[in-house]
């Protein structure tokens, strides 16, 4: 091997490395802490998504599992809101999830006899309790229900979005 040539491709080389480690750093900066408007508005984008879900859960051929996630990362954080739209949160997202495992053992098993207990007519009251209830405290508390605009940042365009 001749590394004879290696001195003049050594800023280039630099240049790359550095731009590696460069996006790197930027990418492993901590997330801050979420606050309690954050989880509020992600359980009410969910609870709407879920209602979707649930108007057109039978007009589908194959089932489509309905949104937990905001819920699973969440649950333990809530003490914010009060006791009964804390409930009503609460037995949704139960229910939502037992559908979930029931959809699960359809699709696993190719049957549709799994899904023969599945009413969404048990999650639509305690949805729109919590859809009421989370839109309620984010208006008292925020002045809006409505997700705030994101800015997209200096470097997103050079190393990509969020």
Same mark, same amino acid.
């Given at each position: ?12 080389? =630099? %240049? ?10 930027? !990418?492993? @900066?901590?997330?801050?802490?979420? %606050? ?8 009410? %984008? ?6 979707? =879900? ?5 007009? @589908? !051929? ?26 009503? =949160? ?26 023969i207990n599945v009413d ?13 209830g989370l839109e309620e ?6 002045? %809006? ?16 979005? @969020?």
């Amino acid at each position: 091997m001749d590394f004879g040539d290696i001195g003049a491709n050594i800023p280039t080389i =630099l %240049t790359v490395v550095g731009l590696i480690l460069l996006q790197f750093f930027l !990418r492993r @900066r901590r997330k801050p802490e979420v %606050t309690h408007r954050e989880i509020a508005q992600g359980l009410l %984008t969910e609870v709407r998504l879920d209602q979707a =879900l649930a108007e057109s859960f039978h007009l @589908r !051929r194959k089932p489509k599992k309905f949104e937990v996630v905001s819920w699973q990362l969440n649950k333990t954080k809530l003490d914010f809101l009060d006791q009964p739209l804390q409930v009503a =949160l609460s037995d949704a997202f139960t229910t939502i999830e037992d559908f979930n495992r029931q959809i699960d053992a359809a699709k696993k098993h190719k049957s549709a006899s799994y899904m023969i207990n599945v009413d969404v007519g048990k999650i639509k009251g305690p949805l729109s309790k919590s859809k009421q209830g989370l839109e309620e405290w984010l208006q008292l508390t925020t002045g %809006t229900n409505e997700p705030p605009p994101k800015y997209p940042g200096m470097l997103d365009g050079l190393f990509g979005g @969020r």
